[in-house]
T-cell receptor, first 115, second 112 residues
Framework: DAGVIQSPRHEVTEMGQEVTLRCKPI?????LFWYRQTMMRGLELLIY????????DSGMPEDRFSAKMPNASFSTLKIQPSEPRDSAVYFC?????????????FGAGSRLTVL | DQQVKQNSPSLSVQEGRISILNCDYT??????FLWYKKYPAEGPTFLIS???IKDKNEDGRFTVFLNKSAKHLSLHIVPSQPGDSAVYFC???????????WGAGTKLIIKP
């Protein structure tokens, strides 16, 4: 298995533009997480899907952020409009299991820079 | 309010010696703890975990110790190897829930 695949690896955009980050989880995994990493706040959970259903989106910072998981093999995180403070590394992770603290497999991350 | 704290931003250890990474937590409801390792430009990878019903868990060169009364856990790496140079994150969850609370990480540098 190629692991969790994220694209793009790097994105530089201007304030106000729409950003879409993509994730392909490991086949057979039924849980998917979007995390954000910044120097100030470390690793933060943005949203958690289980069996393609959003279970917990309490970490999504504001309405500019949205996430979808249309099927078991694909998820997107969208920021519209983007702001400089959204600059961070965004990680997607997947796992197999229920709502427990299962071992996560992370993608390599998408580094977003908003100018 | 930092519930999981890794107070050492970095640690330098000689190759072959023991590396000890520390993690303190404040929430007594945490019952499951994990360590992840992260190389630059990669995502974190799972290393080892421990449940609160145990006080020690070993996996090869890696051992995690849990001291519930002190709300402290540590990761021991013996012997340390150059490939161990990475950032190590401690994470914890309540009732073994999916919501992990992460520490800020400790950068481990193994000197040849």
């Amino acid at each position: 298995d190629a692991g969790v695949i994220q694209s793009p690896r790097h994105e530089v955009t201007e304030m106000g533009q729409e950003v879409t980050l993509r994730c392909k989880p490991i086949s057979g995994h039924n849980s998917l997480f979007w995390y954000r990493q910044t120097m100030m706040r470390g690793l933060e959970l943005l949203i958690y899907f289980n069996n393609n259903v959003p279970i917990d989106d309490s970490g999504m910072p504001e309405d500019r952020f949205s996430a979808k998981m249309p099927n078991a093999s694909f998820s997107t995180l969208k920021i519209q409009p983007s702001e400089p403070r959204d600059s961070a590394v965004y990680f997607c992770a997947s796992s197999f299991g229920g709502l427990g603290a299962n071992v996560l497999t992370f993608g390599a991350g998408s580094r977003l820079t908003v100018l | 309010d930092q519930q999981v704290k890794q107070n050492s931003p970095s640690l330098s250890v000689q190759e072959g010696r023991i590396s000890i990474l520390n993690c303190d937590y404040t929430n007594s409801m945490f019952d499951y703890f994990l360590w992840y390792k992260k190389y630059p430009a990669e995502g974190p990878t799972f290393l080892i975990s421990i449940s609160s019903i145990k006080d020690k868990n070993e996996d090869g060169r890696f051992t995690v110790f849990l001291n519930k009364s002190a709300k402290h856990l540590s990761l021991h790496i013996v012997p340390s190897q150059p490939g161990d140079s990475a950032v190590y994150f401690c994470a914890a969850s309540v009732y073994s829930n999916y919501q992990l609370i992460w520490g800020a990480g400790t950068k481990l540098i193994i000197k040849p």
